[in-house]
């Protein structure tokens, strides 16, 4: 890898794009193994230079210039000042919210332009997505312009939180009674709660961009809560998150997640190292006990036990060396630059430890029993773990960002298929941008590189357990295939709302509908399939083929456990699939597949059958 040459597949420009899809996959997804992306290294340098600068110079400058604690450079008289960390909590959700910081660049699939966000968000006319059909007042899925002045109230609100001087409170003076910097006022914390309450209502993916499901209740801590309840509530919030994350890793895709992402890494590990992470590369890259030693022990285990034990211990050392694991731990995801690229939350939340459980210490004052009252703590507790409990028994109801399952490998997933150039009519969607090949033509890239390029993250998904059933969906149900452009639906999302992290939520039918009124596809143009989340209490996955035409035309589940057993080209055949339900009038049938299931063929006659149905 080069700075600005990368490590492309080793394949041949002007007959790859001819070979059979599953041989795409699996060549591609052998490249993966030892080089993951392949991107040049200025991209992931670039990342760096975002964080360095933006996030921690701006930011430090702007936190301390307007607190009142020293100038930026004296960190030791600032550090553990309370205002730093709100400010700088409210910082990274600002810049979240401007799309500058997850879900930025071209490790999320933005190259022209690298910032989606505002030039989505603030622009009437893009694609908005309600989280609720049934709420009053949220009917559409065209952005207005009272949608824009929502959601420009709501960064201006945090803008003008993070500018203002402190406020020292009663609460904190009883604390701290030489502290003159004070907190954040409590008026423009409350205002962006309430703007972001009612942009979220509207549309989903803002509040999911900026990250409502963590930082919405700090805010609600700053603005309701005394300055010792505050610091521990805080505490209990990263350690929640923390804990959540660990609770949804248990699981038989998790495993999964770890080598293709060790593999993405640009800078380390070796690619002896990286090749370990599989059980016989080339012949079998399943993931290798170090593996599961890596995804379970180093992974699970840790992120489950230090937070606990930074939560409840009164020792200075054993808090200290709890301490170090959860930083490295957050210094280890960042370091592996994973796709959506959430490196600034990973960030925030190793200062955040340390700020919180070093500079406030239970042995200071600050242990959960010094909160002030136990019922309002319970139902602080039992609050913040609702959310994960009904996104774990119910996946269907709840994001996987609120559910705490972000890199748990246990996703709502999807990929997107067109017939031959029917991929340009998303071209009519109002957007600041473009579909992501075309989006690398612009930038002076062949098609062919530009294809393959896409069709590498075709095969990242294959090397995820949810991966091997949607192809096994694909190959069951379209029989044309071989002549269709297939997507990996996230990034193919981020073209259309300027947003994903993973959450298949926002790239549902919903989307898949708006998409629809605007492009006009004919029946078998636009086929999708998408699968939920695994319930915690489940064996199975629920998956959907939709018709961006006709709506959802079949419905079926696989097995968990068939799917972490293949490999990721599927060379012995689709894993079973039950299919549980089939439109009356589906696509005239012509063929049945291997498992007898019969297989969907678009032609005109769909048309017809589609206007009798509406009849």
Request: proline share 7%; net charge neutral.
């Amino acid at each position: 890898m080069g700075l600005k040459t990368g490590n492309f597949p080793p394949v041949d420009l002007e007959t790859f794009l001819q070979e059979p899809l599953r041989h795409r996959v699996k060549t591609l997804a052998l490249h993966w193994v030892e080089y993951g992306f392949g991107s040049a290294a200025m991209i992931p340098l670039t990342y760096i230079v975002k964080m360095a600068v933006l996030w921690l110079f701006v930011g430090s400058i702007i936190i301390t210039s307007t607190s009142g604690v020293g100038w930026f450079w004296e960190i030791g008289t600032w550090w553990n000042q309370p205002i730093v960390y709100q400010k700088l909590i409210i910082w990274t959700m600002l810049i979240e919210a401007i799309g500058v910081a997850g879900s930025w660049g071209p490790g999320a699939g933005k190259f022209k332009p690298m910032t989606g966000g505002i030039l989505f968000w603030a622009r009437p006319g893009t694609i908005r997505l309600r989280p609720w059909a049934w709420l009053p007042g949220t009917n559409g899925d065209r952005r207005t312009g009272f949608d824009v002045a929502l959601y420009l109230g709501f960064l201006a609100s945090l803008a003008v939180a993070l500018v203002l001087p402190g406020t020292v409170t009663p609460s904190l003076h009883a604390v701290l009674p030489d502290n003159t910097s004070g907190l954040v006022p409590v008026w423009p914390v409350a205002a962006a709660i309430v703007f972001l309450m009612l942009t979220g209502v509207r549309d989903k993916t803002i509040f999911l961009a900026a990250r409502g499901e963590q930082y919405l209740p700090a805010l609600v801590f700053f603005a309701t809560l005394g300055f010792t309840d505050m610091i521990i509530g805080l505490k209990l919030l990263l350690v929640i998150v923390w804990v959540g994350a660990a609770v949804s890793k248990m699981n038989a895709h998790f495993v999964n997640v770890i080598p293709p992402m060790l593999s993405n890494t640009p800078f380390w590990p070796p690619k002896w190292f990286k090749r370990s992470m599989y059980r016989s590369f080339p012949s079998d890259i399943r993931p290798s006990r170090l593996a599961h030693f890596m995804a379970h022990v180093m992974g699970t285990v840790v992120e489950l036990g230090a937070p606990l034990v930074l939560l409840f211990s009164t020792n200075q050392w054993v808090t200290f060396a709890a301490l170090v694991l959860m930083v490295g731990f957050c210094f280890f995801i960042v370091s592996t630059f994973p796709l959506a690229v959430p490196l600034e939350w990973n960030l925030l939340f190793a200062v955040g430890a340390a700020v919180l459980f070093l500079g406030f210490p239970a042995w200071g004052g600050f242990a959960i029993t010094d909160f002030s009252s136990p019922w309002l703590l319970a139902g602080i507790v039992a609050a913040m773990l609702f959310f994960p409990i009904l996104g774990n028994l119910r996946p269907d109801k709840v994001s996987f960002l609120p559910s705490l399952r972000q890199y748990a490998g246990n996703w709502a997933s999807a990929l997107w298929t067109f017939t031959p150039g029917a991929e340009k009519k998303l071209d009519a969607i109002i957007r600041p941008t473009g579909n992501q090949v075309d989006q690398l033509q612009q930038l002076g890239y062949p098609f062919e590189v530009a294809e393959i390029t896409m069709q590498q993250t075709i095969a990242w998904r294959s090397m995820h357990s949810q991966g091997r059933g949607l192809y096994s969906v694909l190959y069951e149900t379209l029989p044309d295939l071989e002549t269709r452009t297939v997507r990996e639906g996230e990034f193919a999302c981020n073209s259309i709302i300027g947003f994903n992290f993973g959450d298949g939520h926002l790239h549902n039918e919903d989307l898949i509908r708006a998409i629809q009124a605007r492009c006009h596809f004919a029946p078998g143009e636009f086929v999708v399939v998408w699968v939920e989340s695994q319930p915690i209490h489940k064996k199975t996955q629920e998956y959907k083929v939709i018709d961006a035409a006709l709506g959802v035309i079949q419905r079926g589940t696989w097995l968990v456990s068939d799917a972490v057993a293949a490999q990721p080209w599927l060379p012995d055949g689709p894993i079973p699939l039950d299919v549980t339900w089939r439109a009356a009038l589906q696509p005239p049938v012509t063929a049945t597949n291997a498992h007898g299931i019969p297989a969907i063929k678009a032609d005109a006659a769909v048309g017809e059958l589609a206007e009798e149905s509406r009849r």
